[in-house]
């Protein structure tokens, strides 16, 4: 089967100057060659003696200084039997002519074209806000940039958005909740000048903003509440990390800061007990648990995962492409890979108490006793002993597999299962911490190995031991603990895995930053942190406001958030983006501070009803002449509801939740009816979608038909779908159901009024923000003749497009 390979794997250089007689290579030959050329790439490298995986022989093909016998022109220009593009739109008259100036004039080409012609990777300039005609249309420096450019496209920006449809659009972007009734009527009866810069200020200083925020970041670190693959077992302290994130963003940390923690918190000089908690943002990878998996391809798999992850994250850019040769199109090297590799193959996993306010005094005062029991009853059950020759023959498996099967057997199950398995093993007792002693001794007594299973008092007495072990815990107010990363002592060389493969070791490499971005003699993940955030760096600020005006426009200034390399789409805005990502950096990182520019712009107060002169010219309002209406994630859609009906349970932070599920939903998962799922309790079951327990092989079938990404990699920017188990949803999910009754009750006993129109404009602000049209009271009214019940109507609401949906 052939494939296509671009020309030249050519890279987007964003145009910044009028065009010059000459055409100019990244400016003007590359977008072409980037848009419109292919070449056949299978069996054969050439088609024709015209190949482009090799300079020299592009060179050849495209016979410089004389385009009347260039092969290159012959091929676009149809003269000869074979053309490009192989299919689709051939190149325009004006395209072929600028191809022959080209080549006529010698053929300019870079030597390090790629790199210098990929905009994302040159310096980050502070442009000047541009001139432009319509000035009384104008908030801030954002709105010339977007307003020069709709000048010149001679389009007009939309009017501003009603009040209404404003402070429900701006507290659903900022706090990913809707406004209250109250809060609109306060809203549209404050006619003093900076009503509105006060509703932003009052909205991210709410303590829901870092829930909304955390969300978008925990796609990026993929986060889940379980391991994966095939047992997929739960992950109980999870949850610390997004508590983590939450914290962060209602602190407005840095963002210079919140990158460094999270790479490398605990290299800090005395790390605090917060900056280790933030490295857990590498232990979300997915843990292989089989036993009949290689760990060393399962630790492979996980640092692949960590490189990809930071790449995408931080740099913006499909790193992971060259995890088995160098990246076809970026300017990225194998090599570049493998020293990024490097750093975190230097870290190991570590497991560390993380105790939450409240926690501590009764953990201190029940430990004394619970340690006195607990060794009480090691003792009183022979524990020490049998322990000490159940360690001794496991270590004896490790260091001579294959001379004893069972032994073996027992390893590899160990290992599976045991987070850190070798080196607790191999560590003496007295040097293990007071956690790893517990957790190993609790292995043994669940699994003794096996001579002692074939000692059946033996097992019986263990058997009675875990049952009051268990019991023990259970009583016990023990602390949170928090999965992070540190340093390990020992840490192993990194080879490039040739062709990515782990069994074959190619040259060894130090950690190193990517030879295409400035360098550094960065060695640790705290330098590769600080470089990062460095002034030198260009992609980190990009990527970061890039991202921040996606979750605020429902697309980003770069479409691709996830790849500002040759293959993403250039910026519809470069030099806003550059203007976002300078003030950005020069002003403390404040990622507070940017969403207070964007939200007081009048580019975001636009209104976003449909314009009949924007449907050919703009589909995807690349312009930003209006507003766009975005389908609200599914987190959000259940938040909503939960909102509007007086369900929601607002308490931040804290552990996952586990609300009502279809049945047999949570059976499908490994252990079937063992894994059953246990329904939280009380109000917690309706805290916001956020804390709901993210099962990677069963996810929460709500979340997932809303288009909640899977959480096996880094997700920078959600896909919308639309299909009728969405609709099904909302009829019938037991959330929307339990929704639409106590909506109706809000409505039967919170309305100003008792007259249906009373009640139905009460209905209409909780959900929608605003009252009832004519229309739409004329039409529930005859619905409410022949049904008579207020959940019907609710149900109605819960329902419609403008609920799902922040215009």
């Keep these: 089967m052939r494939r296509i390979l671009f020309i030249f794997g050519v890279l987007f250089l964003t145009p910044t100057a009028p065009a010059s007689p000459a055409p100019d290579f990244v400016r003007d030959i590359q977008p072409i060659f980037q848009k419109r050329c292919y070449v056949c790439h299978g069996p054969q490298l050439q088609l024709k003696g015209l190949r482009f995986d090799d300079r020299q022989a592009a060179m050849r093909a495209i016979a410089p200084g004389d385009s009347a016998h260039s092969l290159l022109i012959a091929m676009v220009a149809g003269s000869g039997a074979k053309f490009m593009p192989p299919s689709g739109p051939r190149l325009t008259a004006s395209e072929v002519a600028l191809l022959r100036a080209w080549i006529d004039l010698g053929a300019k080409w870079p030597d390090s074209a790629a790199k210098a012609g990929l905009w994302s990777l040159q310096a980050i300039q502070r442009p000047t806000p541009p001139a432009i005609r319509n000035r009384t249309w104008t908030n801030n420096a954002i709105d010339s940039f977007v307003l020069a450019r709709l000048e010149a ?157 930071f790449s995408t994250v931080w740099l913006g850019l499909t790193v992971r492409c060259a995890q088995c040769h160098d990246h076809k199109y970026d300017p990225i090297k194998q090599k570049d890979f493998y020293q990024i ?37 090691l003792n009183t059950y022979g524990v020490a002993q049998l322990q000490t020759e159940w ?65 059946k008092d033996i097992t019986e007495k263990l058997k009675d031991l875990r049952t009051k072990l268990d019991a023990l815990d259970k009583g016990f107010p023990g602390l949170t603990e928090a999965y992070v990363i540190e340093d390990d002592p020992t840490p192993p060389a990194t080879h490039i895995a040739l062709r990515g493969d782990y069994r074959h070791e190619g040259p060894e490499v130090e950690p190193g930053t990517p030879s295409f ?69 020069d002003h403390g990182w404040s990622t507070k501070r940017t969403l207070r520019e964007i939200a007081l712009s009048a580019t975001y107060r636009q209104s976003s009803e449909a314009r009949p002169d924007l449907e050919s010219k703009d589909p995807l309002n690349v312009l930003l002449a209006r507003q766009s209406r975005v389908r609200l994630p599914a987190e959000l859609i259940r938040d909503e509801a939960l909102a509007a009906s007086g369900l929601l349970d607002p308490q931040i932070g804290g552990r996952s939740i586990k609300p009502p599920q279809p049945s047999g939903v949570a059976e499908m998962r490994y252990g079937g009816k063992d894994k059953a799922w246990q329904e939280t309790s009380g109000p917690e079951r309706y805290r916001r979608g956020l804390y709901i327990h993210y099962q990677r092989t069963t996810p929460y079938p709500f979340l997932a038909n809303f288009d909640e990404p899977d959480s096996d990699i880094a997700c920078a920017r959600r896909r919308v779908s639309n299909t009728p188990l969405q609709s099904l949803n909302l009829l019938n999910d037991p959330v929307f159901f339990e929704a639409a009754g106590a909506l109706a009750w809000r409505v039967e006993h919170e309305a100003p009024g008792p007259s249906f129109d009373d009640r139905l404009n009460y209905a209409f602000e909780l959900c929608l923000g605003r009252k009832a049209s004519a229309g739409e009271k004329d039409r529930l009214a005859t619905y409410f003749h022949q049904q008579p019940d207020w959940v019907g109507i609710s149900r109605v609401l819960l329902n419609l497009d403008e609920f799902l949906t922040r215009e």
């Design 341 to 377: 590799l490097a750093y975190f193959n230097r870290a190991t996993e570590a497991d560390i108490d993380a105790a939450m306010p409240g926690e501590l005094g009764p953990y201190l005062e029940a430990k004394p006793g619970y340690d006195r029991h607990r060794a009480d009853l």
């Design 153 to 309: 496209e001679k389009v007009e920006p939309s009017p501003a958005a009603d009040p209404a449809t404003l402070i429900r659009r701006v507290s659903l972007d900022l706090t990913g909740l809707p406004p209250t009734p109250l809060e609109v009527e306060a809203f549209l009866a404050d006619h003093t000048a900076g009503a509105y810069e006060r509703l932003v200020d009052r909205l991210l200083d709410s303590p829901h903003y870092g829930e909304k925020w955390a969300r978008y970041w925990l796609d990026l670190a993929h986060y889940a509440d379980s391991d994966g693959y095939e047992k997929d077992l739960e992950r109980p302290w999870s949850w610390r990390y997004r508590q983590w994130v939450i914290d962060a963003f209602n602190r407005d940390m840095p963002y210079d800061q919140f990158t460094i923690a999270q790479i490398a918190g605990d290299e800090l000089p005395r790390p605090t007990l917060d900056q280790r908690v933030a490295t857990g943002f590498f232990r979300n990878t997915l843990t292989n648990r089989e036993g009949g998996v290689d760990r060393k391809e399962a630790d492979f798999d996980q640092l692949v995962d960590r490189t990809g992850t």
């Design 517 to 585: 971005l400035p360098p550094t003699p960065a060695k640790t993940r705290l330098a590769l942190a600080q470089w990062l955030v460095s002034p030198e760096n260009p992609l980190v600020a990009r990527v970061a406001v890039n991202r921040l005006w996606q979750e605020m426009f429902g697309r980003g200034i770069v479409a691709t958030a996830d790849d500002f390399g040759t293959q993403g789409e250039r910026p519809s805005h470069p030099e806003l983006l550059d203007y976002l990502a300078g003030e950005f950096r």
């Design 391 to 455: 360690e001794a023959a496991m270590l004896g498996a490790m260091n001579n597999p294959g001379k004893n099967l069972d032994w073996d057997f027992q390893v590899t199950a160990y290992r599976a299962i045991f987070d850190h398995a070798d080196r607790v093993m191999r560590k003496p007792p007295a040097q293990r911490t007071a956690q790893e002693r517990q957790r190993l001794t609790d292995y043994f007594v669940r699994s003794p190995g096996p001579v002692i299973g074939k000692q």
